[in-house]
């Protein structure tokens, strides 16, 4: 004989089912950083030595429409994330986020770049105030934009500064490369250009040393 569940329960499974079937997916953070040092500790402050290469990679300029916690990318067609709104041509996807603000990924991606290729220290927020010569460098993001699985593009200015006599060495980068592969290829795209632009900063970097 077949037993009858009790009419509450028989609700309360099917509100369950309901709240199962209506909850949102989790968004999918992603950093400009590379490998194990994108959730390192910072590294302690190094000791002022007359070898060392110090620089103090300032926060990245970007354009206020970029400077949101989703990724943001040319509306047209490609992608499979959902979410978002169109504003001036741009979609925001909002299964698809930054670790942190994008000032703050592409600094910290430049900063670990040039210190790798430099063999530097970056002195930013290390309270190193008095190295010398030290090497300021700032970057301002003229454009940074993709089309979900098919490319990604970026100009971005750069300045070197040496201190304390001032002299400066300014530079741009540009590039327009594949990015198949949604998101995942978009942020790809981003850390091969923050690549580029690291290796001509630190071109720039090495023209003031001589």
């Given amino acids: 004989m077949m037993k009858r569940l009790p009419l509450t329960l028989v609700c309360a499974s099917a509100a369950a089912a309901v709240l199962a079937g209506c909850a949102s997916p989790e968004p999918r ?9 994108a959730v390192a500790a910072p590294a302690p402050a190094a000791a002022p030595s007359t070898d060392t290469l110090w ?3 300032a926060p990245v300029r970007v354009p206020e429409r970029l400077n949101r916690p989703q990724l943001v990318v040319r509306d047209g067609r490609g992608g499979n ?10 979609r925001l996807l909002d299964l698809s986020r930054w670790s942190s603000p994008l000032p703050d990924e592409l600094r910290d991606a430049l900063s670990q770049r040039l210190q790798a290729t430099l063999g530097a220290v970056d002195t930013y ?3 190193l105030s008095d190295v010398q010569p030290l090497y300021r460098i700032t970057t301002e993001v003229l454009r940074l934009d993709a089309d979900v699985g098919q490319r990604a593009g970026a100009t971005i200015n750069w300045t070197v500064r040496r201190l304390p006599d001032g002299k400066v060495v300014s530079g741009r980068t540009q590039a327009e490369l594949p ?6 290829g978009v942020v790809a795209a981003y850390r091969e250009i923050v690549a580029s632009t690291a290796n001509d900063i630190a071109a720039g970097v ?3 040393r001589r």
């Fill in 81 to 90: 994330d959902s979410g978002g709104g169109n504003d001036a041509g741009v």
């Fill in 29 to 37: 953070y992603y950093t400009l950083a590379q490998g194990p040092a």
């Fill in 125 to 127: 927020q290390q309270g």
């Fill in 179 to 184: 990015a198949p592969g949604a998101v995942d």
């Fill in 206 to 208: 090495q023209a003031l």
């Fill in 55 to 57: 620089l103090e990679v």
